[in-house]
């Protein structure tokens, strides 16, 4: 079984600082790993994937993740926010072979101050 | 493109009553799936089509939800009866290839029904 923890429920920062969205997971295998963020009243939209290789992933918006296998940490960082990423942003892993469900974290609203 | 549309977008309903999502995924994408998201909560599986197939209803909560998809086009979830606990956002999402595939973006997730049950 697999599961995800997405410790902070709500992150307010001021606009142009840097941010850091925390995520670590459990599993008894190698995971995929995702972000997800869902901007009010629409649907959720992959930001950025881990499947192998580089440990750096970058995503849309500049938004990057870093895969530490030794932590079992996925974390997503942006080095200046703007209003417009104010939303809720999903942690998300699933078992390799590409058609496996994903398992979301319970989510973590980003509030941007101006 | 059209992407993953879901109606209604919002739907209250009194306990007891049936009410059925209807799910219309993005041409051509044989994976279909749904989840749901209570209120405060993660974002769970229900199941997942394959065409008109079945291919994995682990995460159905008990007998009174039942999905179909038609001929492998649009798909329907019907909750009857409906129970207070089953208040909330019901997901839906295609996808054409795997989510772990490098080729593509992972599954297009509709903009969900917000299901209130009173």
């Known amino acids: 079984a697999q599961s995800v923890t997405q410790l902070d429920s709500q992150v307010p920062v001021f606009e142009e600082a840097p941010v850091e969205l925390r995520c670590n997971y459990s599993s008894s295998v190698s995971v995929y790993l995702f972000w997800y963020v869902q901007y009010p009243n629409q649907g959720l939209q992959l930001l950025l994937k881990y499947l192998s290789g580089s440990t750096l992933v970058k995503g849309i918006n500049g938004f990057e993740a870093e895969f530490n296998k030794s932590q079992t940490s996925f974390h997503l960082r942006k080095p200046s926010v703007h209003i417009s990423d104010t939303a809720e942003y999903f942690c998300a892993v699933s078992p390799p072979g590409g058609y496996q469900k994903v398992t979301f974290g319970t989510g973590t609203k980003l509030q941007v101050i101006p | 493109e059209a992407g993953v549309t879901q109606f209604p977008s919002h739907s209250v309903i009194e306990k007891g009553q049936t009410v059925t999502l209807r799910c219309d995924p993005i041409s051509g994408h044989d994976n279909l799936y749904w989840y749901r998201r209570v209120m405060g909560k993660e974002i769970k599986f229900l199941l997942h089509?394959?065409?008109?197939?079945?291919?994995?209803e682990s995460g159905m909560p008990n007998n009174r939800f039942l999905a179909e998809r038609t001929g492998g086009t649009y798909s329907t979830l019907k909750v009857q009866p409906a129970e207070l606990e089953d208040s909330g956002v019901y997901f839906c999402a295609s996808s054409q290839v795997g989510t772990g595939s490098p080729l593509g973006d992972g599954y297009t997730f509709g903009s969900g029904t917000r299901l209130t049950v009173v």
């Open positions: 089509f394959v065409k008109e197939s079945k291919q994995d």
